[in-house]
């Protein structure tokens, strides 16, 4: 092992040379010398996120849980996302600190959204500063009612309002039948078979959703409406005649 360590060590240019001596000294039992590898490959690649993990990891071990979760938090405050988000989260319940560390970090991303509203270039992955990110949080958290409520307040992606819609479709009909409604229309203006085809299958959810509300007279006048507004589309009018 010590003559596969020399080979490895030959060439010590990219992080993952680090990370591979340390997982093969922890598979040989030789933990306490993998974290030193990893130790030295932080130094050299300080904002490395596999060998921050790897040093985690190692320093739960050795029950140094305060440095553990440094790097666990540093992740998430570089880039504050969800998957950040689910590792920071996870490593602070196994040391008892989940309740502290969330809102610690619901906070921080709060700060972080209207620093994007301010400049909407802050964050330059994001397409436009709404709060998609923490409705993307409390869904993961299965917070169903937080997640709509930080929508309605903040505005998220329209992936986020759909998954939020079908949630919704069973004990706040009304409220899926109000996403749908507002989803259709950039599906249509998609202008193609596929979209023609994703918003018929829409229209219908609002449809069924309308019926289980009582207001299937209601339906018949947004079905009426769209079709006079989209007439143009032959294709899409063909699918809509199917709707009844």
Known sequence: MDALIEIKARDLSHS????????????????????GWAEKGLSSFP????????????YHRLKRYDEAFNLYQVQYTER???????????????IGRYESAREEALAYMRKEIEAEKKNPKYRYWHYKPDHSRLVGIFLWEKNGDAAWAEAKSGGC?????????????????????????????PIIDQKNNDAYAEASRMIIKIRDLMGRLGKSGEFTVYLTNLRIRHKPKRNLMKLLDKVH
């Open 80 to 94: 504050a996302e969800l998957e950040q988000y689910k590792k920071l989260m996870e490593y602070s319940k196994k």
């Open 16 to 35: 993952y040379s680090f990370l591979k001596i340390s997982e093969i000294c922890k598979e040989a039992g030789r933990r306490d010398e993998g974290l």
């Open 157 to 185: 992606s329209d992936r986020l309002w759909r998954e939020m819609a079908q949630l919704r479709e069973k004990e706040h009909p009304a409220d899926a039948v109000e996403v749908y409604k507002r989803l259709i229309e």
């Open 47 to 58: 904002k490395d996120n596999d060998l921050r993990d790897f040093v985690a990891r190692g």
